[in-house]
């Protein structure tokens, strides 16, 4: 998502500080960063956090985040039948539908627990600009509904990006048992807006909510991270109950992330830690159970979107943070 509309106004430049996050992620993980650290230097360098011979060569203008016919496609890559397939047609039910449910739980490690995975942004809202573009209260202040997204600058969109990410998520943590719930599934024609898709994950009383995203900052700007809740009491926002698990849930998130992937932290915000603290955002101010966003990397550099165009990473993203979460869950 890019640092535009209703849950991406850019960050405090100063924000951010830097020594007790790196602390933090470290010493939960350190295996992992020491083996991103390995990566980058055999296989990059300076701020490449991803296999050079796979870089595309996307084109320098800047496409729209309306579908293409990249989008019209299905995932790419060895690995796409592990992605689940909407159970509903697109468009086919009314703005007002309910959040897509997970089949029934099995047994596992996590029978027991709810999930909710929060696809950002609905492959429709491109159509419906009117509808995305109405003010709804975040606690803090008023924002839009929802924006259309980013993209790659050959088209490939955040919206189909993040819808496929969460189908991998849910068939990997269905296996260990949990019960999982999407915010929408493609199932409606644009939406839900970020209030409602924080009441979804409070309804359902989710032991843990993950929003998948991905950015649209500048070409350069590479890796990903994680978006945690700041303290936030003010009309209907209340986080300082979340604050710590989400805390906990982001750093296990970002600490298995880099293992699955091999993919290096943001080198543009969160100074090197993966993990990013803000108080602007609806979808975490509403927010009443543990919750993170986590930018899986950057559309608009080419290097960065070869990874996020592609199949087998995505199944490598998606496997890094599901295990992120069945680790918070185990506790």
């Known amino acids: 998502m890019s640092y535009t509309g209703p849950d991406f106004d850019p960050p405090p430049s100063r924000r951010f500080r830097r020594g007790p996050l790196t602390v933090a992620l470290a010493a939960l993980v350190p295996g992992a960063l020491l083996g991103w650290a390995v990566y980058a230097a055999v296989g990059g360098s300076g701020d490449d956090g991803g296999d050079a011979s796979t870089s595309a060569g996307a084109s320098a203008s800047a496409s729209s985040p ?35 449910a997970s089949a029934p739980a099995g047994t596992g490690p996590l029978k027991g627990k709810v999930v909710v995975i929060d696809p950002g942004h609905n492959p429709g809202n491109f159509r419906h600009t009117a509808e995305i573009n109405r003010q709804v ?110 805390r906990e849930l982001g750093e296990r998130i970002a600490g298995n992330f880099v293992r699955a992937t091999g993919n290096g932290p943001s080198n543009y915000v969160g100074g090197g830690t993966g993990l990013v603290t803000r108080k602007d955002l609806g979808g975490l101010n509403l927010s009443t159970v543990p919750k993170v966003f986590i930018e899986c990397g950057n559309m608009r550099d080419s290097k960065d979107a070869a990874l996020l165009t592609s199949g087998a990473w995505r199944q490598k993203a998606a496997r890094g943070i599901s295990e992120g979460i069945a680790s918070f869950l185990r506790g």
């Open 137 to 246: 209260d975040i606690g803090t202040n008023s924002k839009e509904c929802d924006t259309t997204g980013t993209s790659t600058n050959d088209g490939f969109s955040e919206a189909k990006f993040t819808l496929d990410v969460a189908h991998r998520m849910r068939a990997l943590l269905e296996e260990q048992g949990a019960t999982v719930k999407l915010t929408q599934d493609d199932d409606r024609p644009f939406g839900p807006c970020i209030d409602e898709r924080a009441r979804i994950g409070n309804k359902a009383k989710a032991d843990a909510v993950v929003s998948i995203h991905a950015d649209g900052s500048g070409t350069g700007n590479r890796g990903f991270h994680v978006i945690l809740p700041g303290p936030v009491s003010s009309g209907a926002a209340d986080t300082r109950a979340i604050v710590e698990p989400s």
């Open 66 to 100: 309306a579908p293409s016919s990249a989008d019209a496609s299905p995932p790419d890559g060895p690995d796409e039948s592990d992605g689940k397939k909407p159970s509903t047609s697109p468009g086919s039910a009314s703005a007002s539908s309910s959040p897509s």
